[in-house]
């Protein structure tokens, strides 16, 4: 069962969104203390060994202890352990590390979206990250997406640019030029231009504003996509198509004899496909 969200004191991490909040503002945290608090929230009683915690966060670079130590560090501060006496990480002398802080799981069949933005034929759903078009999901990079959501939620106001690098690189410091590739980016997938559409208004020098009308809306995790479910006439359908050119196929004009009962005729790729097809994106 997925992990929607795992909740500590004041603090909420998202793992799905690599997200640590407080308050529902979001916490810098450098990468590797990201993935070793994961661990320890993932088995949050529990000793973690130091070599699991250094496994986890070496990835492909090779750490020791004392690395460790730092990315605990790193994290005791984020997490401001020791003000007004909260405690979260223990450290058990010469083997690792325990989360010691209660922890609330929040599992993701439970959890609701609990609105939408609807936008020409787009609609964005930000518990589920999920951007649709015409029902279809639709892929969009995690940088532009975080772009796209300040947008819409603030859809006629004026973005400043260094309101969107804050909220989009939280923790590092990039030029604006990553932002106007990303805005490119977003423009592409949003299919901006085609048919007169326009979404982001660029304002030279000062940042961007979402022009479009939006229409924000509850929803339930009912109304969230599903794949497609053919009727049985539309499954027929499909089948009599693919029966029909098999029909006039080499095989069947060289008198090849065709199944009329039992198993379809047409191939079993076909016949997968007329019952299982999905949406897919645009």
């Known amino acids: 069962m997925t992990v929607a969200s795992l909740t500590f004191g004041p603090f909420r991490v998202i793992p799905g969104k690599r997200l640590l909040l407080r308050s529902n503002q979001r916490v810098c945290l450098p990468s590797r203390a990201y993935e070793i608090l994961?661990?320890?929230?993932?088995?949050?009683?529990?000793?973690?060994?130091?070599?699991?915690l250094i496994e986890r966060a070496s990835a492909s670079m090779l750490i020791g202890e004392s690395q460790l130590r730092v990315y605990i560090a790193q994290l005791r501060k984020a997490l401001e352990e020791g003000k007004n006496g909260l405690?979260?990480?223990e450290n058990v002398n010469g083997l690792g590390y325990r989360f010691i802080a209660p922890v609330t799981r929040t599992n993701a069949d439970r959890v609701r979206a609990a609105v939408s933005f609807e936008f020409g034929r787009f609609e964005l759903i930000p518990e589920r990250r999920l951007l649709l078009h015409a029902g279809n999901p639709v892929n969009v990079p995690s940088r532009a997406w975080e772009i796209l959501l300040a947008l819409i939620e603030r859809a006629g106001e004026l973005l400043g640019k260094a309101d969107l690098l804050a909220r989009v690189w939280p923790c590092v410091v990039v030029e604006e030029g990553a932002l106007r590739v990303h805005i490119s980016s977003l423009r592409r997938i949003l299919g901006e231009r085609q048919d007169g559409l326009r979404y982001i208004e660029s304002v030279?020098?000062?940042?961007?504003?979402?022009?479009?009308?939006?229409?924000?809306?509850?929803?339930?995790?009912?109304?969230?996509?599903?794949?497609?479910?053919?009727?049985a006439s539309t499954i027929q359908a499909i089948l009599s198509e693919s029966a029909a050119a098999t029909m006039r196929s080499p095989a069947a004009r060289r008198g090849t004899s065709l199944s009329t009962r039992g198993a379809p005729s047409c191939p079993s790729s076909t016949f997968l496909l007329a019952t299982t097809r999905v949406r897919s994106p645009p």
């Open 204 to 231: 030279t020098g000062l940042g961007y504003r979402f022009v479009a009308p939006v229409r924000k809306r509850d929803r339930d995790e009912a109304a969230v996509y599903q794949p497609s479910v053919h009727s």
């Open 38 to 52: 994961l661990v320890l929230l993932e088995r949050s009683g529990q000793l973690i060994p130091k070599s699991e």
């Open 87 to 89: 405690r979260y990480v």
